[in-house]
């Protein structure tokens, strides 16, 4: 019986693993992209075969679009072309977003050479809510952490005649999150609520 073990899995294809799981991907704008491309390059093909066979258009054929392309906006209803104008705007906007934004999911990779590590930022919220409560001494619901790409939040609500150290939940959250390797690491930010909460 062998007792070789599998190699790691190199630095580059960690990298690949990780970011293809820390970014949207860009298949749905692609493909409808792609969809409606192939579809007008369609119609224009029917149109032209009709056209040269000598039938009837089936909507419209290419010269009289062409003509009418040319005449505008002078042959067009302002505020029919005002809407076209618009729709198209905001589809070109949302695909012009689509390519340049980086599309980040709310996930965070967790630095390790032996595997790709992504953790939900649910998850870290959940840990990071966990060690403020037990620093605060609260309840679970008195404790509420948002966790952003450079910023942790963390909200409590104490209980009443029990004052909260924000400064000791601060080096907490700060010592948990150096646990977990995130680069670069998120500033922490603790608000202590001033209604505090009765028979927690």
């Given amino acids: ?89 905001l589809a070109g906007l949302w695909f012009f977003l689509m390519a340049v934004l980086p599309g980040r999911r709310a996930r965070y990779a967790i630095p390790n050479p032996r595997a790709a590590v992504v953790v939900e930022a649910e998850v870290l919220a959940a840990s990071l809510a966990r060690r403020s409560r037990l620093t605060a001494g609260v309840a679970a619901g008195q404790v509420l952490v948002t966790v952003g790409r450079t910023r942790v939040e963390v909200r409590i609500r104490p ?22 390797g995130l680069e670069p690491q998120p500033a922490v930010h603790i608000q202590v609520s001033t209604m505090g909460a009765i028979g927690q």
Avoid: K, N
Avoid at 159 to 180: F, K, Q
């Fill in 159 to 180: 209980t009443s005649g029990i004052p909260v150290d924000a400064d000791a939940v601060r080096a907490a959250v700060e010592d948990e999150l150096a646990l977990t």
């Fill in 1 to 89: 019986m062998s007792g070789t073990t599998s190699a790691p899995p190199a630095e580059g294809t960690i990298r690949r693993i990780v970011r293809r799981e820390t970014h949207a991907a860009r298949t749905v704008p692609a493909i409808i992209a792609a969809v409606l491309g192939i579809l007008f390059c369609l119609y224009v093909l029917l149109e032209s075969v009709l056209q040269s066979l000598g039938q009837e258009e089936w909507l419209i054929d290419p010269p009289t679009f062409a003509h009418w392309l040319a005449g505008l906006p002078r042959d067009a209803d302002p505020v029919y072309l005002g809407l076209a104008g618009g729709l198209i705007f």
